[in-house]
C-alpha cells in the first residue's frame, strides 16, 4: 500500500503513523523489513508526517530526520456519553458487582497473568472481557469470577461499558505497547468510568 503514493496523482499526502509496525507480535524478519522499507518510501515522499504518541513523534523525526507532528487520537464523546442510546444487556445483569471491565480484542499483548493475580485474590470482584478472543486461557475460564463474553457490535459498546464499575487497559509492557496511544483508555474515560492501566507514557 504505501507504494501507492508512486502511481496515485496527488498535490499533497500525509504519512499517518499510528504504532511501531515493525513490533508487531505477527511480523516475522522479512515482513518488519517490509515494512522497514515501506516506512522509509513514506518518510521520503510525503508532504507531512503525523504520528498518534508523543514517542512515535520521537522516533520518526528521527528517524526520517524531519520535523514529524504529534497528533494523538481521538474518540467520539458523544457516541459513549449519550445515555438515551443505552439498551439494557441480559448478561451484564446476570453478573454481580463490583465489574472490572474490558472491551477489545483479546490478545498474547495483554497481561493475562496480572488478570489471574487480581481474579483470585479478589474473588469479590468480577472480571469481564468483551470482545474476540485470539489467545487461549483455560486457567482464567475456570474462575467463577471471570467472564468472556465475545465479540460484539460496536454499537453496544457503551451500553456493556455501563455495566463497569472500573475500566481495565492491561499490556505486557514490550516496544509496541510502549508506543502506542491507546484510544481504549479514552474510549473508558469519556463512558465517565474510572480507569485502570498499565503503565503508558502517552
Known amino acids: 500500500y504505501g507504494k501507492a503514493i508512486d502511481f496515485i496523482k496527488h498535490e499533497n499526502s500525509f504519512y499517518y503513523y499510528s504504532d511501531k509496525y515493525t513490533e508487531a507480535r505477527v511480523l516475522d524478519e522479512e515482513g518488519k523489513n517490509l515494512i522497514s522499507n515501506l516506512d522509509e518510501l513514506l518518510y521520503t515522499k510525503c508532504n507531512e508526517l503525523f504520528c498518534a504518541s508523543k514517542l512515535l513523534t520521537e522516533y520518526v523525526s528521527e528517524k526520517s530526520g524531519r520535523n514529524a507532528h504529534y497528533l494523538p487520537h481521538g474518540v467520539d464523546v458523544d457516541f459513549f ?52 478472543k485470539e489467545v487461549s486461557l483455560p486457567e482464567l475460564e475456570k474462575l467463577e469470577n471471570v467472564s468472556f463474553l465475545g465479540k460484539i457490535d460496536y454499537s453496544l459498546i457503551p451500553s456493556y461499558g455501563n455495566y463497569f464499575d472500573v475500566c481495565l487497559n492491561f499490556w505486557v509492557m514490550k516496544d509496541w505497547i510502549k508506543n502506542s496511544s491507546p484510544l481504549k483508555i479514552k474510549e473508558y474515560i469519556a463512558l465517565g468510568k474510572p480507569v485502570i492501566s498499565t503503565e503508558i507514557e502517552e
Open 81 to 132: 456519553m449519550d445515555k438515551r442510546n443505552l439498551l439494557k444487556i441480559e448478561e451484564m445483569e446476570k453478573i454481580d458487582k463490583p465489574v472490572c471491565g474490558y472491551f477489545g480484542t483479546l490478545t498474547v499483548s495483554n497481561d493475562w497473568e496480572l488478570i489471574k493475580y487480581c481474579a483470585e485474590n479478589r474473588p469479590e470482584y468480577n472480571f469481564v472481557f468483551v470482545g474476540r
